[in-house]
């Protein structure tokens, strides 16, 4: 089987995801997981696609992670995880991880800021006389 690759998204992190058949590495930025996220959490967000179709020790993954926060890099790694793995066998891992939610794209991103205001919503206080 050869290299494959796919591509995740959540605010303006990106990450590109290369799924190999091996033992269960997960490399990030040519780091290991648990260095890279070293929350807890974050490590469950990036290995449930993983977790939920039993494949956690089949395939080594490395990763290119860019942009974003700590937490909008995990969830765009797990989507591009969950894509990679529809890849690799879309009938076998496609059902649960639509189930679960996995192959959707959070498409919610900052509202921008507006001119002659603080904030994307917020007024300046108003003030009668």
Do not use: H, W
């Not at 076998?92 to 904030?119: I, M």
């Amino acid at each position: 089987m050869e290299v494959i690759n796919a591509l995740g998204r959540r605010k303006s992190a990106v990450a590109r995801v290369y799924l190999n058949p091996g033992k269960g590495s997960i490399t990030i930025n040519d780091r290991p997981l648990d260095v890279y996220f070293k929350e807890a959490t974050l490590q469950y967000i990036v290995q449930q696609p993983l977790e939920l179709t039993d494949t956690l020790a089949q395939f080594d993954i490395k990763v290119n992670l860019d942009g974003g926060g700590i937490k909008g890099q995990a969830e765009a790694l797990r989507l591009g995880i969950a894509r990679a793995l529809c890849k690799a066998n879309s009938e076998a891992y496609r059902p649960v991880l639509k189930s679960n939610g996995l192959l959707t794209r959070d498409a919610r991103q900052v509202e921008r800021k507006k001119p002659g205001q603080p904030g994307a919503r917020k007024r300046f206080q108003f003030s009668k006389r």
